[in-house]
């Protein structure tokens, strides 16, 4: 008869474990960038099925054992920013090894039948629970993966450490009175109380991952809209000045009239200058064809052209890029910034710019005249030398933060009286996504 049962008892772990597997990549699949290949999904989910499968109680030094291969199996099946997946790491485990112990140390004892019927009635346990999880998320979770910046994703990582040592606590600590009755009970007792909460602020923690991705691409998309708000005023603003000109142009015409027919030639020559060094009738010059990129260089090629600093662009971008336009804002816009508050103070301010993708790369080069030799501070970035310093010297870091995300490098080099800034980015699409994946 026990070996009946066996029989019917393995092939069923298996199958529960591979279902809980399943729902667990399902969980996770908004919050990761797997490495490409099919093969290290199927790795990811034998990890998470081993570890649902795992026998963990209040007391068991096992936890201690399986956090080192499941962070290692983790990261090499992930990519992306790698504070995002230790944040994301810890969560799922908390998520999975809390609910390991509840089934195994109170389910099995409520059930009252030791063996193999236990055994198999936690692991169902387990299943009906992930599945449950997955059912109430679902609908909350995003189709895209989630992307954070640094800043936030240092945030989660906080976060998760509470429910990871709240379950280290309470699972190890009680490691040394497995063999003393009074104080093992107390353990237990502080298990009842605190593995829930672990459970429960492990799956409150993936849904808020959520709402700050929604609440960080809603923050990105109104940075974007005020910068086509800026374009589309530039562009109203050219219309106005036609409409004056069109209207004005039988005045005009009438004076060059009254001045040819007293033979002031000369006096007509200069009022024909005049006209035409009107901005109404040279237009807005496009850069690009991208829109996005096309919109950042006129606004700053404008406000460089009002600050009498000489602009050189160099600019070979197509229609469409795998690049979220938040991002391209970001880099374009930063970049050009910099230059323009650092030209505009030396006597003969110059910008240089270069950008074009080409062979997988996105390439944008920013050269300007500087004046002297800027300050590094200890963290090896260049200091801001703007008077308030609490607003501003945050442009380079979040460039920083988008080359590395996007898998690309950015160098900055300095000396006297001349700054280069260098960003090269791959063009894949793991980049379209916006602001910090994981």
């Known amino acids: 008869m026990y070996e009946e049962i066996k029989a019917v008892f393995y092939p069923l772990w298996v199958l529960l474990a591979f279902c809980n597997g399943l729902l667990m990549e399902k969980l996770c699949a908004p919050f990761l960038q797997l490495r490409p290949g099919k093969l290290w999904k199927a790795v990811l989910i034998l990890c998470f099925a081993g570890s649902s499968g795992m026998v963990i109680w209040v007391g068991d030094p096992n936890l201690f054992y399986t956090l080192p291969v499941f962070l290692a199996v983790f990261f090499a099946c992930t990519r992306g920013d790698r504070v995002g997946r230790l944040a994301v790491c810890l969560v799922v485990f908390s998520l999975l090894m809390s609910l390991c112990a509840l089934s195994d140390s109170y389910l099995g004892d409520w059930l009252g039948r030791p063996g193999l019927e236990q055994y198999i009635f936690t692991r169902l346990v387990r299943t009906l629970v992930l599945g449950a999880i997955w059912l109430i998320l679902r609908r909350r979770l995003p189709a895209r993966p989630v992307q954070l910046p640094r800043r936030l994703w240092k945030l989660a990582l906080g976060l998760a450490a509470l429910p990871v040592c709240s379950l280290a606590a309470v699972v190890l600590l009680a490691t040394p009175y497995r063999n003393q009755p009074e104080p093992y009970a107390v353990s237990m007792s502080m298990g009842l109380a605190v593995l ?7 799956v409150v923690l993936l849904a808020s991952y959520t709402l700050l991705a929604e609440h960080e691409a809603l923050e990105q998309a109104g940075r974007l809209a005020a910068l086509r708000e800026v374009y589309y005023q530039g562009l109203q603003g050219q219309e ?44 807005r ?3 690009c064809e991208n829109e996005t990129a096309d919109v950042v ?11 009498g600093v000489n602009a050189r662009f160099g600019v070979s971008l197509p229609k ?10 970001a880099l374009l816009g930063n970049a050009l910034d910099n230059a323009l508050e650092a030209a505009r103070r030396t006597p003969e301010g110059w910008v240089s710019v270069r950008a ?13 005249s500087a004046p002297g030799l800027p300050v590094r501070e200890k963290n090896g970035r260049f200091a801001t030398t703007k008077a308030d310093k609490s607003a501003h010297g945050f442009g380079l870091a979040g460039m920083e933060e988008i080359a590395r995300r996007c898998g690309g490098t950015l160098e900055a080099k300095a000396e006297e009286g001349r700054f280069a800034l260098t960003v090269c980015i791959p063009l894949a699409p793991s980049c379209e996504n916006g602001p910090g994946g994981v």
């Open 356 to 368: 074009r993708a080409d062979k997988g790369l996105l390439m944008l080069q920013v050269e300007n």
């Open 285 to 287: 010059r496009r850069l």
């Open 320 to 329: 469409e890029l795998p690049l979220a336009p938040t991002d391209l804002c």
């Open 240 to 283: 106005d000045q036609v409409r004056r000109l069109r209207h004005d142009l039988r005045n005009h015409l009438t004076a060059l009239q009254g001045l040819l027919a007293r033979g002031q030639t000369k006096a007509a020559d200069d009022y024909l200058k005049q006209l035409l060094d009107s901005e109404a009738l040279h237009g």
């Open 196 to 202: 829930p909460v672990v459970l429960l602020t492990s």
């Open 297 to 307: 260089l006129s606004a700053k090629a404008q406000a460089m052209e009002q600050a």
